[in-house]
């Protein structure tokens, strides 16, 4: 379709390079970043994503442009879209997928639940039934969530914890996207990691997130709503600089082992795992709020309020000890430090369109 010599062009694996990988969700916050780690150290790159409107679409060109300039080619579509995917895979041997478009969000989902089903459960079936047929087979790796854990109360979480308790229909898509990950791999021999990133924050961040709303709010003085549980107890969360999550990411492509294929010619189990990527430190988010307004010097009009019944969890806390075992993920960014990155780039791209924010 016109894109051909592109997409080859963009796969091409440079000296350093060893793989040639699919990044779906590419224009996305952490397909972004996860894109522009793998180009730098030579891998090939070719980018998917619908750019769909569920925040700034600006934000998504302006991604965008920071991939092109690295010479990261984004095709424009959707991974429900079979042809399509046939059709690149028939153009470029991928020997990974970092599966990282979803719809996100967990309160979205009261609005717009047919959004979830969409990308999170038939998208990725679809994208999961041309790896399978593709020759060679791709190692898939894909985001999960910590959402996956919902009610349960033991903390801090690790994978081996209860998750038939999602409080979202979020938690539930990527619930279920586990599973689907595991009769793949049962059936078609196809290798396959799910992370489930921990509340992932940093430069070129999302919009919906709270740090990115509450410092929009704070800056502008509009009132910020931060939620509080039985006895006044505050929200908290792991959160986790970006960094930290994309060499997570890419410490699981590079132990991810290859599928083994199907159909009598199996070579052995095929790999099928699933890890934590937090920070093992979660924070109040009263505490989030101060660091910001420490930041930007600026005093939050805050807004204490009892928690809705909406979605979110209390709290989440990971246990990163198999991720550190088997990726060698080691977190090494406290979040009075990332949020400083994050406040730094944030006041450097929206302070007004002739200044345009650098990576
Ligand atoms: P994001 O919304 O910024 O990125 C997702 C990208 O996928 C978007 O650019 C979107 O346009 C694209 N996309 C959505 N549906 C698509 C479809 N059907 N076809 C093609 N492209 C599509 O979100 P993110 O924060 O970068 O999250 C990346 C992944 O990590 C997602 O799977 C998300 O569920 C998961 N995750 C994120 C966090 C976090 O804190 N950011 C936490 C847990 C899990």
């Not at 440079?14 to 916050?29: I, K, M, N």
């Not at 060109?61 to 991974?79: H, N, P, T, Y």
């Not at 990950?181 to 992370?195: M, Q, R």
């Not at 660091?291 to 600026?298: G, R, S, W």
């Amino acid at each position: 379709p016109g894109w051909e010599s592109q997409v080859r062009s963009s796969a091409k694996v440079r000296s350093g390079g060893r793989f040639t990988v699919l990044v779906t969700g590419a224009a996305g916050f952490v397909g972004t970043h996860v894109s522009l780690a793998l180009k730098r150290r030579g891998d090939g790159v070719i980018g998917l994503d619908n750019f769909n409107d569920y925040y700034d679409a600006k934000l998504k060109r302006d991604r965008r442009s920071q991939l092109d300039k690295s010479g990261i080619f984004v095709i424009e579509g959707d991974i429900n879209d079979r042809e399509l995917l046939e059709k690149l895979f028939d153009v470029v041997p991928f020997t990974h997928v970092m599966h990282l478009a979803a719809q996100a969000g967990v309160r979205y989902a009261m609005k717009n639940p047919s959004s979830y089903v969409h990308s999170n459960i038939a998208g990725f079936v679809n994208l999961l039934e041309v790896c399978k047929s593709a020759n060679p087979q791709p190692a898939i790796v894909w985001a999960s969530s910590s959402s996956v854990y919902g009610l349960n109360t033991k903390v801090p979480f690790s994978e081996k914890d209860r998750t038939d308790r999602p409080a979202s229909l979020y938690a539930a898509t990527k619930k279920a996207g586990e599973e689907i990950a595991h009769t793949y791999n049962h059936i078609y021999g196809l290798s396959i990691t799910g992370l489930r990133f921990f509340t992932v924050y940093g430069p070129w961040g999302r919009p919906d997130m709270a740090y990115f709303f509450f410092t929009k709010h704070i800056l502008s003085g509009k009132q910020i709503e931060i939620f509080e549980g039985p006895n006044h107890r505050s929200v908290a969360r792991d959160f986790t600089y970006i960094d930290d999550i994309v060499k997570g990411c890419l410490g699981a492509l590079d132990t991810a082992k290859k599928s083994t294929g199907s159909g009598g010619k199996k070579r052995g189990p095929a790999q099928l795992r699933v890890f934590n990527l937090g920070n093992t430190s979660p924070v109040p988010v009263t505490r989030l709020v101060s660091i910001l307004e420490k930041l930007l010097k600026v005093k939050a009009n805050k807004k204490l309020m009892p928690m809705p019944s909406n979605g979110d969890v209390m709290f989440t806390h990971a246990n990163i000890s198999s991720a550190q075992r088997e990726l060698g993920y080691k977190p090494t960014t406290d979040l009075e430090t990332g949020l400083k990155k994050f406040v730094h780039w944030y006041l450097k791209y929206y302070s007004g369109s002739k200044k345009r924010s650098s990576w």
